[in-house]
Nanobody, 112 residues
Framework: QVQLVESGGGLVQPGGSRRLSCAAP????????MSWYRQAPGRQREVIAV????????NYADSVKGRFTISRDNAKNTVYLQLNNLKTEDTGRYYC?????WGQGTQVTVSS
């Protein structure tokens, strides 16, 4: 069954912004620490943002710190990732997930 569904990706110019969403039709996200992952072309998937179950604590990879913001709305059963000041090196497929589980991803391409 489908548990996590990412959306919001697309083509963005350098310096632009995008908001990604992660719906969770198969689970109740309030029971999980949630993360966003990114897989850049030719690279392995890496965790870029983590948020605690209550949303009171967050952690970010150095490459995105200060530009990306992870948030969650447990009442809406949705996790978000706000992408600001995008750079070409941010291009990749973005996934949300729990420990050991993630969705199909949404592609973000940063190019002029």
């Amino acid at each position: 069954q489908v548990q996590l569904v990412e959306s919001g990706g697309g083509l963005v110019q350098p310096g632009g912004s995008r908001r990604l969403s992660c719906a969770a039709p198969g689970i109740s996200i309030s029971d999980y620490v949630m993360s966003w992952y990114r897989q850049a072309p030719g690279r392995q998937r890496e965790v870029i943002a983590v948020i605690s179950m209550a949303g009171t604590s967050t952690n970010y990879a150095d490459s995105v710190k200060g530009r990306f913001t992870i948030s969650r709305d447990n009442a809406k059963n949705t996790v978000y990732l706000q992408l600001n000041n995008l750079k070409t090196e941010d291009t990749g497929r973005y996934y949300c997930g729990t420990a050991g589980n993630w969705g199909q991803g949404t592609q973000v391409t940063v190019s002029s």
